[in-house]
């Protein structure tokens, strides 16, 4: 056991219960491995623990293995989803489910070391109400991802008015409050690192070196992982449509200076002819213009459509907790 773990243990008002969320879809292969790094530092941590693992409509076995697993250990909480409904949707639950003084989302794929936890809750003694996870840095990743990584960041941060760490993902500790005011923020469509900034409450950071995949693949792909950068800004920025006034503007200033210059010209020299080729670049100009304008529109009216039907996060579809738990 590491010493963080040690510290806590001489220190006699360990948190009564902490809750693990985490969200699986396909890692099977990864469960035991996991659990066997994760149980032992949950015990060195806290009076009690639960981990409610999330089944997001996984095609292998996870959900088997896992009902497997409870008989072993009862303080495992499954949720099983009708469908996949995206990890977002997963965090959701989890929080809404989660009983703990203290709870903490983490990956299942064993690149959230569990060993960060006893450093996480040392700090949450220490008053701290959020203690956010850093990867120290993201060299197992490709040269790609990680330049997009950061530009979004650089973005996001940019143009809206809630800052999201770099390199910080769902991996942190969350004190009880935390989690309330969480819960009681209404949005169909979650962004979850934007949602756990705008909480806002006495922060700090950790470092940790983030390991790679146990077993089994990434299943956020650039599709994926572009979608969820466009939900993070469209999220928490009205940027992308105010920016049409300022580009609009120009475009009719220009627009109005040529006009006058066309009438000045022909004032002078007399009508003129030609000028297709100014005519139709013109044309197609703004007709992009126009274009992107309605598709950012449409972006934000889609998460309006969204929020207006009012259908619920995620559905359940089973609940396994074992008897002496619930
Ligand atoms: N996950 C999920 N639902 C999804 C996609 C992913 O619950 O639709 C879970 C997945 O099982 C893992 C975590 O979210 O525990 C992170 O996913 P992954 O490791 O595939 O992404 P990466 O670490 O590459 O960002
Ligand atoms: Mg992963």
Redesign the pocket.
């Known amino acids: 056991m590491n010493s963080d773990a040690e510290l806590l243990r001489s220190l006699n008002d360990l948190p009564k219960l902490i809750s693990i969320i ?6 099977a292969a990864n469960l035991t491995a996991f659990l066997d790094r994760l149980i032992p530092v949950l015990q060195s941590v806290a009076v009690s623990y639960e981990i409610i693992c ?1 089944n ?2 996984s095609d292998d076995d996870t959900l088997s293995k896992l009902l497997k697993l409870q008989v072993t250990y009862p303080q495992l909480r499954i949720v099983d989803f009708s469908r ?4 977002e949707a ?1 965090l959701t639950c989890g929080l809404d489910l989660a009983r703990g003084d203290i709870v903490i989302p983490m ?3 064993l ?1 959230h070391p569990p060993e960060t936890i006893s450093e996480m809750v040392l700090l949450w003694r220490e008053g701290y109400e959020v203690v956010l996870a850093k990867r120290q840095h993201r060299s197992n990743e490709s040269w790609l991802r990680r330049k997009t990584a950061n530009s979004f960041y650089r973005l996001h941060n940019q143009i809206s008015e809630i800052h999201i760490p770099a390199d910080v ?1 769902d991996f942190r500790l969350m004190d009880r409050k935390v989690v309330e005011a969480l819960k009681r923020l209404p949005e169909r469509r979650r962004f979850m690192k934007g949602l756990f900034a705008w909480a806002g409450f006495r922060q700090t950071t950790i470092s940790f070196a983030c390991e790679d ?1 146990h077993a089994g ?4 792909t650039g599709w994926r992982l572009w979608n969820l950068a466009l939900e993070g800004i469209t999220s928490f920025s009205t940027l992308p449509l105010r920016i049409w006034i300022y580009i609009g503007a120009v475009i009719s200033l220009s627009a109005f200076t040529y006009a006058v210059y066309l009438v000045v010209r022909t004032l002078i020299y007399g009508p003129d002819v030609p000028g297709y080729a100014s005519l139709i670049t013109a044309l197609l100009f703004l007709g992009g213009v126009q274009l992107t304008g309605l598709g950012v529109l449409g972006e934000y009216i889609g998460r309006i459509y969204g929020e207006v039907k009012q259908r619920p996060v995620y559905i359940i579809r089973d609940l396994h907790e074992a008897e002496n738990e619930s």
């Not at 985490?22 to 890692?27: I, R």
């Not at 693949?217 to 956020?220: G, Q």
């Open positions: 985490c969200p699986m879809k396909n890692e999330i997001d409509g996949n409904f995206g990890k997963a990956d299942a794929d690149q993902g995949r693949r990434s299943n956020f």
